[in-house]
């Protein structure tokens, strides 16, 4: 009897010590992003302030600033990813979340643009949350449920997103420097809940030699050449990122000129945007990859973000971006799947360094990408271009988004067939 009853309770004990971890993990990640939220509105104003108020060399430098983070957050995150499999999911996240502290206090103190940099380029460094999360998701969670989970991932930042720019601006009206004092302290705080509750995802038997092979950038995405699935998830992946960044840099321009859109009405269509996230991967994307499998997900996911950017690029109306904007939310569908597609090629001792190499492309795209998307934009409506088109970087994201598509196309025929690609 005593070993009856042992065995019933401990599959239940195991299913009680995951999911809450899962919680943990997320509403780790949710404080981080209503941090990083609350900072957005205010960096530029910041840079704007330490210049003096000229603002044709505040843009150049909030540029330069965002480049530098994402060049650092490009050449450590594989790093991180890597340090995650030796020591654990735990002490990276908590890392990382003080980094974060530090960075925003630096920010708030900051007398000159140098200081800036300091702090960008530290938070670019100690930035590994996202991937030793998405790595602690998928170390208590089941493959054919990642994806679902991943989802998640996107609506927590969604709700950031939400939340942290609005209430930075009302901050920011206060006191320039608050919003900063603030994130710190959300930092702070964060980093003493995932002290006191978080538990470790990864056992130690699970855990693998750190080496700098393979956590160095280029050497974490030579090991993508090995498996030919893993680098055209890669590519895809890649390709996603790159549309995605390329119209950032251009949507409040293309705004203003075409619709003489505000500060009001863009933040209102950011809000939109990130609010439709946050509940298409929050609600929609479990049912989605339970019933079509991630490859499809994925697929169906890049086609409604092609779809989207073909909207915002030809829209001659403002609502129409509205609709450019909903429909977006339905092709944000495919970072969860193609993450949860990607998690899969790895084992289980190697899930911070695959999701390391995934922050690893993502942050390439983010240094490049912005500069398309704005000489796109330059080039198309100067006084001598020979089309107006302010929907250039629009349509050049739509094209990027359906290369993904067709890149995620020829996995298909590898996968299970239909109800279950995973």
Known sequence: ???????????????????????????????????????????????????????????????????????????????LGGLSDRFGR??????????????YLILAASPSLAWLFVAR??????????????????????????????????????????????????????????PFLVAAALSLCNALYGFLVLPESLPPERRRAFSWRRANPLGALASLAGNRRALRLGLAWSCTWFGLGALQSAFVLSTALRFGWHTTENGAALAAAGLSQALVQGLLIRRLIGGLGEIRVALLGCLFAALAQSVFAFAFAGWMMYVGVVVSALGAINTPAIRALFS????????????????????FTAIFAPLVGAALFSACTRPDAGIFFPGAPFLFAALTYLAAALIIRAIAPAAPPFPDDR
């Open 344 to 363: 899969a090629q790895s084992g289980a001792d190697r899930q911070g360094e695959a999701q390391g190499v995934l922050a690893a492309l993502q942050s």
């Open 121 to 178: 380029l530290l938070a670019g460094v100690t930035t590994g949350n996202i991937s030793a999360t998405t790595a602690y998701i998928a170390d208590v969670t089941p493959p054919e449920r990642r994806g679902q989970q991943f989802g998640l991932v996107g609506a927590m930042f969604g709700l950031g997103f939400i939340l942290g720019p609005a209430v930075g601006g009302l901050l920011g009206a206060i006191w320039l420097r608050l």
């Open 1 to 79: 009897m005593r070993p009856r009853r042992r065995a019933r309770r401990r599959p239940a004990g195991v299913r009680a010590a995951r999911q809450p971890a899962v919680g943990f993990a997320l509403a780790l990640l949710a404080i981080d992003a209503l941090g990083f939220g609350l900072v957005i509105p205010i960096v530029p104003q910041l840079v704007l302030q330490l210049m003096g108020g000229d603002a044709s060399h505040a843009a150049f430098w909030v540029g330069i600033l965002a480049t530098s983070f994402s060049a650092m957050q490009f050449v450590f995150a594989p790093v």
């Open 90 to 103: 735990r002490p990276v996240m908590l890392l990382s979340v003080l980094g974060l502290g530090l960075d």
